[in-house]
Nanobody, 125 residues
Framework: QVQLVESGGGLVQAGGSLRVSCVAS????????MGWFRQAPGKEREFVAG????????YYADSVKGRFTISRDNGKNSVYLQMNSLKPEDTAVYYC??????????????????WGQGTQVTVSS
């Protein structure tokens, strides 16, 4: 059974940092594009960051560029999102996703075949 499991979410004050992690099981994801998305209450799920199979190419939404860093460890079948200088508007459920069909990072949810259950990140002002 293919699973993506996120962890590391929580409550943090504005200006603080969090690192969320995603561990994959059931198959190897070392060749996949990996992405992080988020969904705030009443809003659509949106792309946050993506990384190619080697980690050599990364992409970020403009809203998080310079504050968030995506990375991966293929040996651990894991992907991470380091979030610094957090703002209240970063509050959302953060989802890990995998795309096994493409070689370039996609920005739409439809391009990803595997999803985690999400982890809540809450930033207080």
């Amino acid at each position: 059974q293919v699973q993506l499991v996120e962890s590391g979410g929580g409550l943090v004050q504005a200006g603080g940092s969090l690192r969320v992690s995603c561990v994959a099981s059931g198959r190897t994801f070392s060749g996949d594009i990996m992405g992080w998305f988020r969904q705030a209450p009443g809003k659509e799920r949106e792309f946050v960051a993506g990384i190619n199979w080697s980690g050599g190419s990364t992409y970020y939404a403009d809203s998080v560029k310079g504050r968030f860093t995506i990375s991966r460890d293929n040996g651990k079948n894991s992907v991470y999102l380091q979030m610094n200088s957090l703002k209240p508007e970063d509050t959302a459920v953060y989802y890990c996703a995998a795309d096994s069909t493409r070689r370039r990072v996609g920005f739409s949810i439809q391009q990803y075949q595997f999803w985690g259950q999400g982890t809540q990140v809450t930033v207080s002002s």
